[in-house]
């Protein structure tokens, strides 16, 4: 498996299938309703912020297959963030994550930085038994959010003694 920088013309087909992909996996997992074509369209109109200013993407290949992709953000000069990790469902389960995620943590530490961290939706448990396997096991930052409309998000948990839907 090698990580390859994003090329336009080469990938970009690809690139909006998985991103697609990614933003129909997590509306679903909140039950949240969506348009395919929509989704799709506004892929295609993200794929060159994904690659500017501070933000890196990397295309994960097997035999010049593309499994997956992982996008970085430098956000700061000693931590870098992934922002987002995603592998097609054919090829997961076979370490494919693992792997882009152990490639790019070997990136981004040659690069000087003295961490990477990642934010995981908290009922994706299992993004959260690999981070924890691949060794994210300090909690630096919490995300609370505001919904302003309808809420999609109908479990709760209770943490530091204040309950939090997610």
């Not at 290949?61 to 997956?68: D, R, V």
């Not at 990790?85 to 090829?91: G, H, I």
Request: glycine share 6%; net charge negative.
């Amino acid at each position: 498996m090698e990580l390859i920088s994003y090329l336009a013309e080469q990938h970009q087909e690809i690139i909006a299938q998985m991103l697609t992909a990614f933003d129909i996996w997590h509306r679903e997992m909140l039950k949240k309703p969506y348009d395919y074509d929509e989704i799709f369209k506004e892929s295609y109109e993200m794929i060159p912020k994904l690659n500017e200013g501070q933000h890196r993407l990397y295309i994960g290949q097997e035999n010049g297959e593309a499994i997956g992709f992982i996008v970085l953000d430098y956000r700061g000069s000693e931590v870098c963030w992934i922002d987002d990790l995603f592998v097609l469902a054919s090829k997961r389960n076979h370490g494919y994550g693992s792997q882009m995620i152990q490639m790019a943590s070997e990136l981004v530490r040659n690069q000087g930085y003295e961490a990477i961290s990642i934010d995981v939706v908290p009922r994706n448990i299992n993004a959260i038994r690999l981070y924890l396997k691949l060794g994210f096991d300090s909690l630096s930052l919490l995300t609370l959010r505001h919904d302003f409309d309808e809420s999609y998000r109908d479990r709760e948990l209770e943490l530091f003694d204040f309950k939090l839907k997610y």
